[in-house]
């Protein structure tokens, strides 16, 4: 019946307006953390990233553009720094210290809810060798959460 779309539709569009407002205050948590933290990386590290990110995508380092490399390198060196800032956080608070059974839930729970075989996945991912990546991801995820719920947010 009509009242019930409208019902579902405004749901929808709730939780959708929410997980935006979710993200942009993550995302000025994130710059926030950035900017104010001076971490040091060195350019071999950041490099180092740079080509792992280049290969995620089937893409040859070596053939890239000096622009092209700088702007992974950017994004190399925030995602380092970025990764050293959350590890600084998960040790100081015990909120965001997950065990690995813990991670593993979550994870599998989030396949789940995007319609992938949680087992299958694992399974592929581990033999794959990239289900660390996966669970180190979702441990980053879980932690900005937890930062994201513990932010007072000033309108």
């Known amino acids: 019946n009509l009242t ?3 019902h579902e539709l ?5 939780n959708q307006l929410n997980q ?4 942009k205050i993550q995302d000025q948590i994130i710059a926030r953390l950035l900017n104010n933290h001076q971490v040091e ?3 071999w590290r950041i490099v180092d990233q740079s080509r792992n990110m280049a ?7 070596d053939q890239f553009e000096d622009q092209l490399k700088l702007q992974y390198n950017e994004m190399a060196e925030r995602s380092i720094k970025l990764n050293l800032i959350l590890k600084a956080v998960k040790k100081q608070e015990i909120e965001c210290q997950y065990s690995g059974t813990e991670l593993m839930n979550v994870f ?6 995007q319609g992938q075989n949680s087992k299958d996945f694992i399974e592929k991912a581990s ?8 669970l180190n991801t979702m441990q980053t995820e879980m932690t900005l959460g937890w ?7 000033e309108s």
């Open 108 to 113: 599998s729970k989030k396949l789940e809810s």
């Open 41 to 43: 990386i060195p350019a």
């Open 10 to 14: 405004h749901g929808q569009a709730f």
């Open 127 to 134: 033999k794959a060798g990239t289900l660390e990546q996966f």
């Open 4 to 6: 019930t779309l409208i």
């Open 20 to 23: 935006e407002l979710q993200k």
């Open 55 to 61: 290969a995620q995508v089937n893409h040859n380092w």
């Open 147 to 153: 930062i994201v719920n513990s932010c007072k947010v």
